[in-house]
């Protein structure tokens, strides 16, 4: 497993003085020499822009660092045990066995990612470590209720997609898994959340993320996913929806309108926050004015950065 250790965000996407204040990155030449913007989204940014554009601005134009969350690192050391987990032989992959990965897990992400020590820096017995590392493993063995993985052999795991649409946008995440059926070779997209599944309501919200994977996989294999399934370790819920052509035209279609959103958004600095519940979650209160504060003026870039991944939706404080 790549690891992405609950960052937060989605690839660091900068690009030329323009694209920097939209979240496009650094493409092709041009004959004079100079790179081409190339607009990106991933399934993170995607969200943040609709739950807040001050949000999206933060993270992608202004690239402000977050400290990193006991429960989007949870996520992390979750995500990396079910991954690893296949790993195994089929008759190893049980409950007592998984749970004695997210220790090893955790360890593996503290030397990838020191930063994630601030977590438990005060935690002087390690009993706060202690009770985290169990729920993980709680989530873990929820897991076990919810699927089989002794008859499962999933296609791909942590799969890196990306794909760039007639309209130029390119689109790009990571799959947590990819299930393909023998007979047939039909396609189950499957994400893990370690939150709890959406109210009745807001399914079609939390599916967003998962049209977003299935429009990149019918574009790169020209067959739509047969079925999507999110798995919410939390609550111990599963999501499913059976997509298809026209549903993924419509995804494309509003993922194009929201790039115009942002390009707006770029070329009048008009991003505007959008106060919600969600804000409990937000590393920023004190620079957005929803708080009585002041966002910092908007980085100028002669350049970009580029970005070396597109992290996982996981990172997400919404879904952990």
Sequence with gaps: MTARAG??????????EAGSRTGTEPGSETGTGQATAVPTLSPSRAADFMTCPLLYRFRTVDRLPEP??????????????LERLFDLPADQRTPDQAAQMVRPEWDSLLEADPAVAELFADDTDG???AGWLRSAEELVHRYFTLEDPQHLEPAERELYVETTLDSGLRLRGYVDRLDRAAATGELRVVDYKTGRAPRAGFEQRAMFQMRFY??????????????LQLIYLGSGEVLRYEPDEADLRATERKLAALWRAIQRAGDTGDWRPSPSRLCDWCHHQALCPSYGGTPPPLPVRAGGDGDDEAPSPRTSPVDA
């Design 68 to 81: 990193p969350s006991p429960e989007a690192t949870r996520g992390t050391v979750v995500h990396g045990v």
């Design 214 to 227: 299935a429009l990149v996989l019918w574009r790169l294999r020209g067959t739509v996913p047969r079925l």
């Design 7 to 16: 960052t937060g965000t989605d690839g660091d996407e900068a690009g030329t």
């Design 127 to 129: 009993s706060a470590l």
